[in-house]
């Protein structure tokens, strides 16, 4: 599955250090109890709305995840999770954020990420990756605004077709997000400041959006403005035609440029990736 920063209705350190947050309303700590593991897999079931047998990650791989020095955090209003993260150890001093999903407030979604980078910095990761739908308009601003992150790889079709209640049977088209968390650009987004793209004057628009129908522009120029749906969740419920359009237009115009070496360097106005080619 993939970080999913929206809303329903949204191991031990081995250092020993207390990584947990807090804020006014919310305390975000790292789970150890199988009861824990638990509640996250409620939590998931809700956000996405799996079917009991499809669930990606269940409470007994929390625990084998958190027994082998992964991480797993929940969010807490008092004693009710609200949010949860889980992640998992790669390769080159990467830790990969396979879920995040949130059902409480806005800025839930944020402090998770904040805790989790800080817990990576403690174990010596120096970058973050995660996977996430590139048509989903408010995550790509979340990530690469909010956050910092950048794409680095657009994975067509990642996880095969999909029948959980967000993506109602859609072809899982995802992009590979990059966290390099000693940027200073990410540093920058930690303390909210967000990072806007510069945009030159004679960017081109490669995909607009009009009235929820993708219509393709020009890919010729420098730097490419690429649009994503206004809401595309809405849109899978309401016309699977438009929402399929979408998908292959993004997978051709994001997709292509991505395969052909260019580079997304953010995301503008909360509409537009900003991709940049590098010859």
């Known amino acids: 599955m993939e970080e999913h920063i929206g809303y329903a209705g949204a191991v031990p350190g081995s250092t020993g250090v207390d990584h947990s947050t807090s804020t006014t309303s919310t305390m975000i700590r790292e789970l150890h109890a199988y009861e824990e593991f638990e509640q996250v897999d409620e939590l998931f079931g809700r956000i996405w709305g799996f079917e009991p047998d499809s669930r990606p990650i269940t409470a007994g791989l929390m625990r084998a995840l958190t027994h082998a020095g992964n991480y797993v955090s929940g969010a807490f209003h008092g004693d009710r999770m609200v949010g949860a993260s889980v992640g998992f150890f790669g390769q080159d001093s990467t830790l990969h954020s396979q ?86 650009r990410v540093e920058a987004a930690g303390r909210g400041v967000p990072y806007l793209p510069p945009v030159p004057e004679d960017a081109v628009v490669g995909l607009a959006d009009d009235g929820d129908r993708p219509v393709e522009g020009r890919t010729d120029g420098r730097v490419v403005l690429v649009a994503v749906p206004e809401d595309i969740e809405r849109l899978r419920g309401e016309d699977a035609g438009a929402a399929k359009a979408w998908r292959h237009a993004v997978r051709d115009v994001l997709g292509g440029l991505m395969g052909e070496g260019a580079t997304v360097t953010g995301f503008h106005r909360k509409t537009y990736y900003v991709v940049e080619r590098n010859t």
Do not use: C
């Open 99 to 184: 879920n995040t999903g949130v059902a409480g407030g806005r800025g839930i979604g944020f402090e998770l990420k904040r805790h989790q980078r800080l817990w990576a910095l403690d174990h010596g990761i120096s970058r973050i990756t995660w996977t996430y739908d590139p048509l989903v308009r408010r995550n790509a601003h979340f990530n690469l605004t909010k956050l910092g992150a950048l794409p680095v790889e657009y994975l067509p079709d990642f996880y095969g077709v999909m029948a959980d209640a967000i993506n109602h049977g859609d072809e899982s088209d995802r992009v590979l997000a990059a966290w390099p968390l000693t940027d200073p």
